[in-house]
């Protein structure tokens, strides 16, 4: 199931995608990518999302940790 997070004080949205164990970090422009032993991408976080993502209802979204949103709904 995908669950997104917001934090608001590093304005970093993370999407997890997967329930696999991350392995190794990457980074593409404002995204960083975490990705588990067989190479799939297990989670997204994007940085300076309230610059980058057009406004939506991951802004609801809870503190990682927390609460979170259902990107499904």
């Known amino acids: 199931m995908t669950h997104i997070t917001y934090d608001t004080e590093a ?7 997967g329930g696999g164990k991350v392995e190794r970090t ?3 422009g404002p ?8 190479g799939h991408i297990v989670g997204i976080e994007v940085l300076s999302a309230s610059k980058i993502l057009a406004p939506g209802d991951w802004k609801k979204a809870g503190p ?3 609460s979170h ?4 709904e």
């Open 11 to 17: 304005d970093a949205v993370y999407i997890t995608i």
């Open 31 to 38: 995204f960083i990518y975490d990705v588990d032993a067989d």
């Open 64 to 66: 990682p940790n927390r």
């Open 26 to 28: 990457e980074e593409a």
């Open 69 to 72: 949103v259902n990107a499904a």
